[in-house]
């Protein structure tokens, strides 16, 4: 069975869609990976769907998290003629009409924005709509929605909302200090140079008291496959509620990248792009114990005075030994002020720590936080706080 000549324009427009479908749905497919899915199809035929679709998955497909996403688009895009523009319905026999199919969010909205599309030819415009509906209609639903269950336009849509919800972690007294009215001990230089305006008579006694500063924070957030919906979402969150605080940030999975110069960028979109050039290690596994270390033998001053709070935003599912986990923790904890784990599985009602890594997080840290959707994120100041001031 033929689809049609490639020369009259209809098996690139085909693929094409197909790969803009995918980009819906999140996975990462560019322009030359459409002309290489193209090639890679009028190479291999289209006489068996199995070649087809290994094809298409080796050319389209870069990371292990998106092969999931990548089958059930393929499944769904090759079977229904009217999202596929009849592509397949040349090649295929008619089949019984099925049952619907659970799929995932975001490859669900893909397929439904490209079936609007077969129907509306002004697509901007049909993106539109479907991201005013939900602004206007699942606002609420979107604060409680687990940032892993998203899809591709909700995503966007709550990477714009993380960016507004502040931080707002309680100032402490410093040892520097300031003059004024109240204070803890008399300001007798200033005493005496007042005292000379009126022939010597002393008519109060000025005090110093403690300037207050913020807290140095370090932010270690983990790229890891298991974290990858979180990360991108927390690194928008932190680097718009800590400005104007002392912070130091780093990427931890196989290995511990400095963010530090991407976080000195004010616009957001440009901290993400410089950190996602900067790790080489993402949505891979998670080795904390060798990070910390990395982070003991070179950046060690980071760590200010045993003043600092260290965010440490991971699930605990750590593939390294136990015991250098352990060592690095201790050593963390002897210089920093608070260590509080930040964890998304916390959404799980009853969840323990049962894997080794998270085992020895909870033995370490001061407290532990829920970060997996918008109303704990709105919650998490006061919730730091309330663990700083036990403390």
Do not use: C
Request: aromatic share 4%; charged share 25%.
């Amino acid at each position: 069975m033929i689809l049609g000549d490639a020369r009259s324009g209809k098996l690139p427009d085909h693929i094409t869609a197909f790969g803009r479908a995918l980009r819906r749905a999140g996975v990462l497919v560019d322009s030359s990976r459409m002309a290489l899915a193209i090639t890679a199809t009028q190479t291999v035929g289209l006489e068996r769907k199995d070649d087809l679709r290994a094809a298409l998955e080796a050319v389209l497909v870069s990371r292990q998290q998106d092969l999931g996403v990548f089958g059930e688009m393929f499944e769904a895009f090759f079977r229904n003629p009217e999202l596929a523009q009849q592509l397949l319905s040349q090649m295929l026999p008619k089949a019984a009409k099925a049952h619907p199919v659970r799929r995932k969010a975001r490859v669900q909205e893909a397929l439904s924005v490209a079936g609007l599309k077969a129907r509306t030819p002004n697509q901007g415009e049909t993106e539109l709509k479907l991201d005013a509906a939900m602004t206007a209609s699942d606002l609420q639903r979107l604060r409680h929605a687990d940032f892993a269950g998203l899809s591709a336009s909700e995503f966007r849509l709550v990477e714009q909302l993380v960016r507004e919800i502040p931080l707002p972690l309680p100032p402490v007294r410093s040892r520097r200090e300031r003059a004024g009215t109240r204070g803890h001990r008399p300001n007798w230089p200033r005493a005496l140079q007042q005292a000379r305006r009126f022939d010597g008579e002393l008519l109060h006694i000025p005090m110093k008291t403690r300037r207050h500063q913020p807290l140095p924070l370090l932010i270690l957030v983990d790229i890891s496959g298991s974290m990858e919906r979180y990360a991108r979402l927390l690194l928008a969150f932190l680097h718009q509620a800590t400005r104007g605080t002392p912070r130091a940030a780093f990427a931890f999975g196989t290995q511990l990248t400095d963010l530090r110069s991407a976080f000195r960028h004010s616009d957001t979109d440009q901290m993400l792009t410089m950190a996602n050039d900067a790790i080489d290690d993402f949505a891979g596994g998670t080795r904390l114990g060798a990070s910390l270390a990395d982070l003991r033998i070179h950046h060690r001053r980071v760590l200010v005075g045993r003043r600092t709070v260290v965010l440490l935003i991971t699930d605990g599912l750590d593939t390294g030994a136990p015991e250098a986990l352990d060592n690095e923790l201790q050593w963390l904890k002897r210089h920093s002020r608070q260590l509080l784990w930040l964890n998304p599985l916390l959404r799980f009602d009853g969840y323990q720590p049962l894997a080794s890594g998270a085992a020895v997080l909870q033995r370490h840290a001061h407290g532990a936080l829920a970060v997996h959707n918008l109303s704990r994120l709105e919650d998490l100041a006061r919730s730091m706080a309330a663990l700083m001031q036990r403390a």
